[in-house]
C-alpha cells in the first residue's frame, strides 16, 4: 500500500505561481511512477506531470515549459512546481503513484484556483 498526502493549492492571480507536494509513505519501494493529474469541473481526470523512477518526464502539452515536475527521494515527496498559472489551470490536482504491478494509487487532492 502506497499513502499519498496533497499539500499546497489554494488560489493565486494569473501570472502567479504555486508548488504542490505530494508526500508519499507505505511501500515506497514499489512504485516506479509518481506524478499529477487534474479535474476541472466538468471535464474528464488529465495527466499533468509524470516522472518514473529512470527520471523519464512527461509533461501534458497545455503546461510544458510552466510546470516543472521533481522528486526529493530522501523525503519520499514529489513537487509540482506551476508558473505562469492560468485561469485554465484551475482544477483539483491528484497526486498520483503507479506500482510495478501497475497498481494505481491517488492522493485526496488540493484545489487550484486561478483567477482574478
Known amino acids: 500500500q502506497v499513502q499519498l498526502v496533497e499539500s499546497g493549492g489554494g488560489l493565486v492571480q494569473p501570472g502567479g505561481s504555486l508548488r504542490l507536494s505530494c508526500a508519499a509513505s507505505?511501500?515506497?519501494?514499489?512504485?516506479?511512477?509518481m506524478g499529477w493529474y487534474r479535474q476541472a469541473p466538468g471535464k474528464q481526470r488529465e495527466l499533468v506531470a509524470v516522472?518514473?523512477?529512470?527520471?523519464?518526464?512527461n509533461y501534458a502539452d497545455s503546461v510544458k515549459d510552466r510546470f516543472t515536475i521533481s522528486v526529493d527521494s530522501a523525503k519520499n515527496t514529489v513537487y509540482l512546481q506551476m508558473n505562469s498559472l492560468k485561469p485554465e489551470d484551475t482544477a483539483v490536482y491528484y497526486c498520483?503513484?503507479?506500482?510495478?504491478?501497475?497498481?494505481?494509487?491517488w492522493g485526496q487532492g488540493t484545489q487550484v484556483t486561478v483567477s482574478s
Open positions: 516522472i518514473t523512477r529512470g527520471d523519464t518526464i
Open positions: 498520483y503513484a503507479l506500482s510495478w504491478a501497475r497498481r494505481e494509487y
Open positions: 507505505g511501500s515506497i519501494s514499489s512504485t516506479n511512477a
